[in-house]
């Protein structure tokens, strides 16, 4: 049996690409319930996620908390949440502010193409050495 540590960055950008893949979708769903009256926004929220799940010691490498990370990924898992904050700067009680979240969305298309480029990249240096 052949064991390896070759995807264990992979599986974590695969989990940090679907998470903002969500993201993106919520944002989109936001967009769209611009003119709802009483709509709370959307949010994912990965990056607290993986922070938790890497944990904070600073005397232990990336690649020992990516290797222990990779045993479960099942803590990586993102959900949309609502935000329910009483905050709404209009009269009908709908959170959304369509520059604001055009901006967010601008960013997370961003940081989707370069996790999937990593990805990419990643198994074009796997494919390289197989060579």
């Known amino acids: 049996m052949i064991t390896t540590n070759a995807f264990d960055y992979i599986n974590v950008l695969d989990k940090a690409a679907d ?77 959304v502010d369509p520059d604001t979240e055009n901006v967010e969305l601008a960013s997370e298309t961003i940081r989707y193409q370069a996790l999937t480029n990593s990805i990419t990249s990643d198994f074009t240096r796997m494919q390289a050495v197989l060579k």
């Not at 903002?20 to 003119?35: G, P, Y």
């Not at 949010?43 to 479960?72: C, M, P, W």
Request: charged share 25%; aromatic share 8%; proline share 1%.
């Open 19 to 95: 998470a903002s893949w969500l993201r993106e979708t919520a944002i989109m769903n936001n967009l769209a319930n611009t003119d709802t009256p009483g709509y709370k926004r959307q949010e994912v929220d990965f990056e607290s996620v993986l922070q938790r799940e890497l944990g904070h010691s600073k005397y232990t490498t990336l690649d020992k908390k990516i290797r222990s990370l990779n045993a479960d990924l099942s803590g990586l898992n993102v959900s949309t949440h609502t935000d329910s904050s009483n905050y709404s700067y209009r009269l009908d009680r709908n959170n």
